[in-house]
């Protein structure tokens, strides 16, 4: 069982930059891999990028690849997306997922979401 709780969203100016959190618990976070999902407003939930077990296998939506970089601390339980040049179409909630295979919309494990809204 693994509980995940994201933090650091909040509302900025196009062109800023944002750093979410993704702490969880269990002594098992090592084990999963991690990514970052996000949900417009009457859109469906879209992947944005995830990471392997290790941190060395690494994937991004092509909306988001060259702004955005997912990463991951083991010993600290936690991932990160750093998300830079943000755009107004960036504005969404942010989930982070879990799953011992491969990331899906359909993965085991997530957070409540956090908020991020970015002004033109």
């Known amino acids: 069982q693994v509980q995940l709780v994201e933090s650091g969203g909040g509302l900025v100016q196009a062109g800023d930059s944002l750093r979410l959190s993704c702490a969880a618990s269990g002594r098992t976070f090592g084990s999963y891999t991690m990514g970052w999902f996000r949900q417009a407003p009457g859109k469906e939930r879209e992947f944005v990028a995830s990471?392997?077990?290790?941190?060395?296998?690494?994937y991004y939506a092509y909306s988001v690849k060259g702004r955005f970089t997912i990463s991951r601390d083991n010993a600290k339980n936690t991932v990160y997306l750093q998300m830079n040049s943000l755009k107004p179409e960036d504005t969404a909630i942010y989930y982070c997922a879990a799953d011992s295979q491969r990331i899906t919309t359909s993965s085991d494990y997530w957070g409540q979401g956090t908020q991020v809204t970015v002004s033109s």
């Open positions: 990471i392997s077990e290790s941190g060395l296998l690494k």
